[in-house]
């Protein structure tokens, strides 16, 4: 039998329908509404369209956005003393700075530059730091949503082997830290990781965020096993697929994410989910 399908879009629309409630009872109790600021530097096409989609997830939430397009030319100095006026307005509750960014623009820089309470992405070293300890923080978008995805789906993390490939600060390395503080025994695997397959097979869960169009196989996964594919490549024929070879991997696992309409419609969402957070926490901090 095929595998069940976590469906992403479903799932977000649900989360969303709640955080519009939250919104909507934190605004007429505060007189504040949440506002994410979103900053682009450039004109990458997919860049542009993925701020665009933050920005309407933001309204249709009850939300404010703030959308900042700038020139690629932009010298660093300029982007950082912006990142440092949003840190000081009291309005806006959430800094996101789409990466990527131009070559001439160190981007760690940037991102060490927003207030680790304004940022709703989750890179900066103190929020890292502090899911790594177990501390507050806010989590990246795609693993927050990757988990709130397995408990939709009752997946039970107690005892069970997950593997995680990919090691990416993003998504790979905080995923891993999520499963591991729900109990579950972890494998953080890479391109340098002998017999790769044979390590999958033994995974009770699989997260694919290694980046490479369906490098894992059906054959690799164990009867039963819940795939989460973080992936999205597109092949020369403009297919979008994932990191998991889907239609091998459905009929062996248990559960499986689609690609497109799995993960994605997630990250989006924990996103509006941490600006809510952040509104709430600077206002009861008041």
Not at 61 to 67: D, E
Not at 190 to 202: F, I, N
Request: hydrophobic content about 45%.
């Amino acid at each position: 039998m095929p595998a069940h399908l976590i469906d992403g879009k479903a799932i977000g629309a649900a989360v969303r329908a709640e955080i519009r409630d939250r919104a909507g009872e934190f605004s007429a109790r505060t007189g504040i509404r949440p506002c994410l600021a979103a900053v682009l530097v450039g004109d990458d096409p997919a860049s542009r369209v993925y701020v665009r989609n933050k920005g309407k997830a933001c309204h249709e939430t009850g939300m404010l956005s703030r959308q900042i397009d700038l020139p690629a030319t932009l010298p660093e100095n300029d982007l950082l003393a912006l990142v440092a006026e949003l840190n000081a307005d009291p309005a806006v509750h959430g800094i996101l700075v789409q990466l990527p960014l131009p070559g001439h623009i160190d981007e760690s820089r940037v991102i060490e530059a927003i207030s680790p309470d304004k940022d709703v992405d989750g890179f900066h070293p103190v929020n890292a730091g502090r899911l790594l300890t177990g501390g507050r923080c806010f989590v990246p978008c795609t693993p927050l949503g990757i988990m709130k995805m397995l408990d939709h789906e009752s997946v039970d993390l107690k005892g069970k082997h997950a593997v995680v490939v990919g090691r990416s600060n993003i998504v790979g390395k905080p995923v891993a830290l999520l499963l591991l503080a729900r109990h579950a025994t972890v494998t953080i695997c890479h391109s340098r990781t002998k017999d790769l397959p044979a390590v999958v097979r033994s995974a009770d869960v699989v997260v694919a965020a290694i980046g490479k169009a369906e490098m894992i196989r059906g054959a690799w996964l164990a009867p039963g096993a819940v795939v989460i594919d973080v992936g999205i490549n597109r092949l020369p024929d403009g297919r979008l697929v994932g990191d998991v070879a889907f239609e091998e991997a459905r009929e062996v696992a248990g559960k499986i994410t689609p690609v497109p309409g799995g993960v994605g419609p997630m990250t989006i969402t924990m996103l509006l989910h941490n600006t809510l957070e952040a509104a709430t926490r600077m206002a009861t901090s008041v």
